[in-house]
Structures are given as structure tokens and as C-alpha cells.
């Protein structure tokens, strides 16, 4: 899952109509990822540690 950034969405459409079975694991792993990015990025902005309020509705927007 090194490469998912990098591959853009064209490649991993077809990567998903290949194989189904993997297609939703694809899609749970990157979806995983870019809760983990937004995490990250709010913990880099958050000093005093209240992450866990911030993360909540940012993450619930992207499910």
C-alpha cells in the first residue's frame, strides 16, 4: 500500500473490477489511510491534545 498515493484512480479502478474480493479490502485499506493522513495532520495543527474531539467529524464526513 506503499504506492496508493501515487496511483491515481483510473489504475485502482481497474485493479478493483479485476478482482472483487480484494476490491473491498483495497477500499478499507485506503480508507484507513486517509483517516490515518487527516489524523496526522490535525495532531501536527493540535498542541493542547484534544485530537480525539477533532478527528471525530472529519472522519465521519469521508464514511
Not at 11 to 40: A, G, S
Amino acid at each position: 500500500m506503499q504506492g496508493l498515493d501515487v496511483v491515481g484512480p483510473v489504475i485502482l479502478e481497474q485493479e478493483l473490477v479485476k478482482d472483487r474480493n480484494r476490491r473491498v479490502y483495497i477500499i478499507k485499506q485506503y480508507k484507513q489511510r486517509e483517516k490515518k493522513l487527516i489524523h496526522v495532520s490535525i495532531c501536527h495543527m493540535r498542541e493542547n491534545g484534544s485530537v480525539e474531539c477533532d478527528v471525530m467529524p472529519v472522519a465521519s464526513a469521508i464514511m
